[in-house]
């Protein structure tokens, strides 16, 4: 007896369903009906499709974070070209480590001075602290101490910290990481 009340159930709601159905398999010429926005795939998607913007871009820290280093990687390269000085740096910390890619100093060093000459604080104090140990860039203290006074003068605490200490890499990097900076002979 319940059989004929499902079956006029089913007969009377499929037809209703129909053009919903028929619109979903038109999506493509319709355009994208239900987007995933909210999902890593759309970022992905929006940057490889020339997005660039600073939501797009602030997710690449998401992506690194939860150790999709490739996809991070990605994102970041592509916005760092389209100027953010942000991505720049995470490009650098990415090489510096390698995260998504072999360890690449001297990559990692050219990331932080494009960001320090397009005036970013980190990308200054970074590039500074290149110079200063000649890590993946050619030594020079000089320069290295100046761009590390541009990013204290622009307020970047580490930087300032830098600075009392007299210059001192051990003030501002673990020594963990000594094995990393040690001249090769």
Same mark, same amino acid.
């Not at 009340?5 to 499929?14: D, E, K």
């Given at each position: 007896m319940r059989r004929p009340?499902?079956?006029?159930?089913?007969?009377?709601?499929?037809p209703a369903l129909g053009p919903a159905v028929a619109q979903d398999s038109q999506g493509d010429a319709l355009g994208t009906l239900n987007p995933d926005e909210m999902t890593w795939q759309r970022v992905l998607e929006n940057s490889e499709g020339g997005a660039t913007d600073m939501v797009t871009c602030a997710s690449g820290y998401m992506l690194t974070k939860s150790g999709n280093h490739a996809a991070a990687r990605a994102l970041f390269r592509r916005c760092a070209e389209a100027g953010y000085?942000?991505?720049?740096?995470?490009?650098?910390?990415?090489?510096?480590? *390698?995260? =998504?890619?072999?360890?690449?100093? +001297? @990559?990692?060093?050219?990331?932080?001075?494009? &960001? /320090?000459? #397009? !005036?970013?604080?980190?990308?200054?104090?970074?590039?500074?602290?290149?110079?200063?140990? *000649?890590? =993946?860039?050619?030594?020079?203290? +000089? @320069?290295?101490?100046?761009?590390?006074?541009? &990013? /204290?003068? #622009? !307020?970047?605490?580490?930087?300032t910290r830098f600075q009392r200490s007299g210059y001192d890499p051990d003030e501002v990097t673990p020594d963990a990481d000594n094995w990393r900076y040690a001249p090769s002979f």
């Open positions: 009340v499902l079956s006029a159930a089913l007969a009377f709601i499929l000085t942000g991505a720049m740096t995470w490009m650098s910390q990415l090489d510096n480590n *390698g995260l =998504g890619a072999d360890y690449n100093p +001297e @990559a990692a060093a050219d990331w932080d001075r494009q &960001a /320090a000459l #397009a !005036g970013d604080p980190v990308g200054q104090f970074n590039h500074g602290l290149n110079l200063i140990r *000649g890590h =993946g860039i050619a030594r020079d203290t +000089e @320069a290295g101490r100046a761009f590390v006074d541009r &990013a /204290a003068a #622009a !307020g970047l605490e580490i930087a």
